[in-house]
């Protein structure tokens, strides 16, 4: 549970602001789509290859 202290006189729009900005860091919400369905393990390592090709490129290209 996410607890937000509101400081007196704080507006409620910035407290709104502060809650949603954690709650996006604790990544609820991407884990409850991600068990919405169930990937193979081997599509799971295919994926994390394919992400790591990608950003060794993107940092190999920022060394040129």
Not at 2 to 19: M, Q
Not at 20 to 32: A, C, P, S, Y
Request: charged share 40%; no cysteine.
């Amino acid at each position: 549970m996410l607890i937000i202290p509101v400081k007196e006189g704080e507006n409620i729009d910035r407290a709104l602001k502060r809650f949603k900005r954690k709650f996006d860091r604790t990544g609820t919400m991407r884990q409850l789509r991600q068990r919405k369905q169930f990937t193979k393990p081997s599509i799971d390592r295919r994926q994390q290859v394919l992400k790591a090709r990608y950003v060794q490129r993107l940092r190999d290209l920022e060394d040129l």
